[in-house]
């Protein structure tokens, strides 16, 4: 005998009401041929992932850096775009260094990826 279900509750439109508790795979779960991929992918990048990522900067600059940027938490984005400007007034000496090599950074990192287009582009 079959063990008991709980009802399946779909709206007219066939798709599912809310709060359904008819099933399917648990939040977050993989399926197996999912983990036997990432467990591949993982295996190979500890063996060879620091040769293929330096092969891929010497070699094709534009997309390493396209996978640098992907690699980016969107996160991490939003969070830079919604800081207020600081105060620098009210800023330690060591707090504006901070402020200013990041500033720094981001422009050279700017720089190099025009120069990367560019040469792409030519």
Do not use: C, W
């Amino acid at each position: 005998m079959a063990p008991d279900r709980p009802t399946v509750l779909r709206g007219a439109d066939g798709r599912f009401l809310t709060g359904n508790t008819g099933g399917g795979r648990p939040k977050g779960s993989r399926n197996r041929l999912t983990e036997l991929l990432m467990t591949a992918i993982a295996d190979d990048f500890a063996t060879h992932g620091a040769d293929a990522i330096a092969r891929l900067r010497a070699d094709d600059p534009a997309n390493y850096l396209r996978m640098v940027a992907a690699l980016v938490p969107r996160e991490l984005i939003l969070q830079r775009e919604s800081q207020p400007v600081p105060d620098y007034a009210e800023l330690s000496d060591e707090e504006a260094f901070v402020l200013l090599e990041a500033e720094y950074r981001r422009r050279r990192l700017e720089a190099s990826m025009k120069s990367v287009a560019a040469s792409v582009n030519a």
